[in-house]
Each structure stands twice: as structure tokens, then as C-alpha cells.
């Protein structure tokens, strides 16, 4: 069975500082997805950033970047000039070829202050 | 744009009461799911559907019930509450293509008492 490992329950940073968000994985498989999701205080999973692993090259979205080790099953998660919308619980999770479903880690509650 | 829509947002159940959380999305997509989300935990997959008339288990299906009889609609069945039940529930759909994205509703709160 796959899982995903989040080790930081909490982060703080300031404001336009940049912060990195860990994640490992578990799995026997060569093909699958990884995300990250964002949960604001409202609770809607909203999807920060997609990883196909077959791909070398790490994903961005704006101020979002992953760091992919595949051999290393580590699957980071970097915001830069962090903002205070930021602040929110990010999940990290796997998906496995072949299959919609995904596998969560425990979350890193994420606050940027002011 | 609806989405995913959830009903209803917030129910309090008493323990042995049955209910049914509603799911509806827009977008034609073939594949649904329910998860949960404890206190200090990610969400859990409960139950899935590749298609009308097809369902599976997830990681935590017992106690609830599933079915599928529309491409829309999939509602979420509790057969007889228990406190163990009171999470955070969130439906989810996407077109079946493995990696693609996967669209939430914003979340039921059910507390069994």
C-alpha cells in the first residue's frame, strides 16, 4: 500500500520569505502523480501543483515549485515571497497509475505572518 | 460555474439515524469519490465510482453505502450513525485519465451524537 509522510505539522514564516514544505512517499510503483492541495480556513481542497513522475522536469505555478527526487520518494513543496493568503493546511498526495484516487499525508498547517 | 455540489453543509445525527449526503457535479465527469477528513489527519477514501452502475471501496467504507445511477449523482449513504462517523466529508470528480485533476466540493460537516 502506498503512503505519504508530511514530518512538519506547523510552519511559520514572515511575510515574503521563502518556505519549503516536506513530503515522502511509498511506493512500489514507477508510474504515478503526486500533488499538492491547499486547504484554507473555508476547507475547500484547492490543487496548488501537479508532478507526473515520469517527468525529470520539476512543476511551477507562479510562485509554486515542487523539488522531485524520485529515487529518493521525496516530493517537496517550495513557496516563494510567500503572501498572506498562503496561510493554510497543504496536503501532499500521491495518486497511482491507472487509478483517480488519492493518498494524503497528515498536512503541514502553513501560517505567514505579517 | 457549480462544480462539485455538496448538500447538505452542516447535519448533527443522533446515533443508529440513517442519512444521505448529496453529491452533483457539472462537468460530465466519469469518475467520483467520497473521502473524509478527521482532526490531524489528510482525507481518507471512502468509496468510488469509475462510471454509472460501477462502484468500489475505498480505504474506510464501513457504514457507508454507495450507488451510482446517474453520471452526475452520487450520494453517500450512513446506514446507522455512530460517533465514529462525525468527520468531514468531501465529495470529489474527475475524468477517469489517471493524473487528472481532481475537483473537491467545499465539504459536509457531519457530527453524530
Known amino acids: 500500500a502506498q503512503t505519504v509522510t508530511q514530518s512538519q505539522p506547523e510552519m511559520s514564516v514572515q511575510e515574503a520569505e521563502t518556505v519549503t514544505l516536506s513530503c515522502t512517499y511509498d511506493?512500489?510503483?514507477?508510474?504515478?502523480?503526486l500533488f499538492w492541495y491547499k486547504q484554507p480556513p473555508s476547507r475547500q481542497m484547492i490543487l496548488v501543483i501537479r508532478q507526473e513522475a515520469y517527468k525529470q522536469q520539476n512543476a511551477t505555478e507562479n510562485r509554486f515549485s515542487v523539488n522531485f527526487q524520485k529515487a529518493a520518494k521525496s516530493f517537496s513543496l517550495k513557496i516563494s515571497d510567500s503572501q498572506l493568503g498562503d496561510t493554510a493546511m497543504y496536503f501532499c498526495a500521491f495518486s497511482p497509475q491507472g487509478a483517480q484516487k488519492l493518498v494524503f499525508g497528515q498536512g503541514t498547517r502553513l501560517t505567514i505572518n505579517p | 460555474n457549480a462544480g462539485v455540489t455538496q448538500t447538505p453543509k452542516f447535519q448533527v445525527l443522533k446515533t443508529g439515524q440513517s442519512m444521505t449526503l448529496q453529491c452533483a457535479q457539472d462537468?460530465?465527469?466519469?469518475?467520483m469519490s467520497w473521502y473524509r477528513q478527521d482532526p490531524g489527519m489528510g482525507l481518507r477514501l471512502i468509496h468510488y465510482?469509475?462510471?454509472?452502475?460501477?462502484?468500489d471501496q475505498g480505504e474506510v467504507p464501513n457504514g457507508y453505502n454507495v450507488s451510482r445511477s446517474t453520471t452526475e449523482d452520487f450520494p453517500l449513504r450512513l446506514l446507522s450513525a455512530a460517533p465514529s462517523q462525525t468527520s468531514v466529508y468531501f465529495c470529489?470528480?474527475?475524468?477517469?485519465?489517471?493524473?487528472?485533476?481532481?475537483?473537491f466540493g467545499e465539504g459536509s460537516w457531519l457530527t453524530v451524537v
Open positions: 462537468m460530465n465527469h466519469e469518475y
Open positions: 511506493t512500489s510503483e514507477s508510474n504515478y502523480y
Open positions: 465510482s469509475v462510471g454509472a452502475g460501477i462502484t
Open positions: 470529489a470528480s474527475s475524468y477517469s485519465l489517471s493524473g487528472n485533476t481532481i475537483y
